[in-house]
Each structure stands twice: as structure tokens, then as C-alpha cells.
């Protein structure tokens, strides 16, 4: 017997609840995805992006990385992107954080971890861009997580906004938005960061393509 067989079970239970619920989901959803948003979240297990937005399948395309993280050299992050912008034409892309966040945790800390040290040395990068703010916060404390992780989300916005993926769409006049939030363990609630770009008139001239 398969040690997924309680995974297939419930597979099917999911399946035959779906099909007597609305007998034409699975035809429809075959034919094509159309969805609007790009969720760019943290592989955390406890954020299902689809569920916590009351969404349905089909309606969020998603990319999961630890701590959810836009990095201009990591191209499984970048082809997400492009297949969402310019193929399926998302107008909406999210980036979602969470309180409670490992990876926020553990950039926090001098512990070696291995591998991940060199992925979360990015969220070291924001600590320290935010040095000023971050150093009056007691150090270990659920607050300083807390901020790390809504600073992460903000500079992920403007990193996503750097990209050349999102430029250029820009550039084609394409509808596209660029939001960050933060999801609460505690509530299941979503905060709006306060963050919506839509145009490279919201980026540093630095950054911008001509």
C-alpha cells in the first residue's frame, strides 16, 4: 500500500464534494487558466494563497520561495513572472508575507543554518537598509520580527517594480499592479502594507530602463 494513500483518499473525497457541488467545475477548469492575480508568497504550509483569499482554482497563479523573496538572479522567481505577465496577463501581483515567519526569524539570528544562509542573507540586506528603525527594537523580540517582515514585503514590491519583466509591461501600457500585504497566523486576516505601483513614475530613477 502507498504511504500517500491517505493523501489519495482524501483526493477523492475532494474531488466527488467538488463535482456534486458544481457538476461542471473540472470541464471548465481544464479548458484554460485566466487568472487575474500573481501571488508571490512564503512556502510556509500554513499560507495557502487560494484558500485564505476565498478564491477558487484557477483564479491565482502562484510562486512560493522561503520568506517570499524577489531576487533579480533567481530565475525560477523571474520565469513565474513572465509567464504571468506576459502570457496569461495578470493585472494584479501580490506579494504576501507572514508574522511568524521563519525565515524573518532566523535572518534575525547569527545561527548558521547551512544552505538557507545564503537565501536569507537577503532579508539581512533589509534589516540593514532599515538599520535605523530596526535597532529600537528589543533584539529576539515578536515586534522585531514582526517589522522585518512588513519591510521584507515593502522591498519586494519595489524589487518586483525593478525587474525588466515588469517594466517593459509597463512600457506596452499593460495594466499592472503591484500590492504588498501581510497575512496573520493568529486571525487569518490580511494587512494591507499601503503599497500599490503602477508605473515606473513609482521606482528611483536608478532603476528605471529607458
Same mark, same amino acid.
Given at each position: 500500500?502507498?504511504?500517500?494513500?491517505?493523501?489519495?483518499?482524501?483526493?477523492?473525497?475532494?474531488?466527488?464534494? *467538488?463535482?456534486?457541488?458544481?457538476?461542471?467545475?473540472?470541464?471548465?477548469? !481544464?479548458?484554460?487558466? +485566466?487568472?487575474?492575480?500573481?501571488?508571490?508568497?512564503?512556502?510556509?504550509?500554513? #499560507?495557502?494563497?487560494? $484558500?485564505?483569499?476565498? /478564491?477558487?482554482?484557477?483564479?491565482?497563479?502562484?510562486?512560493?520561495?522561503?520568506?517570499? %523573496?524577489?531576487?533579480?538572479?533567481?530565475?525560477?522567481?523571474?520565469? #513565474?513572472?513572465?509567464?504571468?505577465?506576459?502570457?496569461? &496577463?495578470?493585472?494584479?501581483?501580490?506579494?504576501?508575507?507572514?508574522?511568524?515567519?521563519?525565515?524573518?526569524?532566523?535572518?534575525? !539570528?547569527?545561527?548558521? =543554518?547551512? %544552505? *538557507?544562509?545564503?537565501?536569507?542573507?537577503?532579508?539581512?540586506?533589509?534589516?540593514?537598509?532599515?538599520?535605523?528603525?530596526?535597532?529600537?527594537?528589543?533584539?529576539?523580540?515578536?515586534?522585531?520580527?514582526?517589522? %522585518?517582515?512588513?519591510?521584507?514585503? !515593502?522591498? $519586494?514590491?519595489?524589487?518586483? +517594480?525593478?525587474?525588466? *519583466?515588469?517594466?517593459? +509591461?509597463?512600457?506596452?501600457? $499593460?495594466?499592472?499592479?503591484?500590492?504588498?500585504?501581510?497575512?496573520? /497566523?493568529?486571525?487569518?486576516? %490580511?494587512?494591507?502594507?499601503?503599497?500599490?505601483?503602477?508605473?515606473? &513614475?513609482?521606482?528611483?530613477?536608478?532603476?528605471? =530602463?529607458?
Amino acid at each position: 500500500m502507498s504511504k500517500l494513500q491517505s493523501i489519495f483518499e482524501s483526493n477523492k473525497n475532494w474531488s466527488a464534494d *467538488i463535482k456534486k457541488e458544481d457538476p461542471t467545475f473540472f470541464e471548465r477548469l !481544464s479548458n484554460q487558466q +485566466a487568472p487575474k492575480y500573481l501571488w508571490i508568497g512564503c512556502s510556509d504550509s500554513r #499560507v495557502p494563497a487560494t $484558500q485564505l483569499c476565498g /478564491l477558487d482554482a484557477g483564479e491565482i497563479f502562484v510562486h512560493r520561495n522561503i520568506a517570499n %523573496l524577489v531576487i533579480n538572479t533567481d530565475f525560477n522567481c523571474l520565469s #513565474v513572472i513572465q509567464y504571468a505577465v506576459e502570457v496569461l &496577463k495578470v493585472t494584479d501581483i501580490i506579494v504576501c508575507g507572514h508574522y511568524g515567519c521563519g525565515g524573518v526569524a532566523a535572518a534575525l !539570528s547569527n545561527q548558521s =543554518l547551512g %544552505l *538557507i544562509d545564503n537565501w536569507i542573507r537577503n532579508i539581512k540586506d533589509v534589516y540593514h537598509l532599515h538599520r535605523e528603525e530596526m535597532v529600537k527594537y528589543v533584539k529576539g523580540s515578536e515586534e522585531e520580527c514582526n517589522r %522585518l517582515t512588513e519591510l521584507n514585503v !515593502s522591498n $519586494q514590491v519595489y524589487n518586483l +517594480a525593478n525587474t525588466t *519583466i515588469v517594466q517593459n +509591461a509597463w512600457k506596452r501600457s $499593460q495594466e499592472l499592479n503591484l500590492h504588498g500585504v501581510v497575512y496573520s /497566523l493568529k486571525d487569518g486576516i %490580511l494587512k494591507d502594507q499601503g503599497i500599490c505601483l503602477s508605473s515606473d &513614475k513609482d521606482i528611483e530613477e536608478v532603476f528605471k =530602463l529607458s
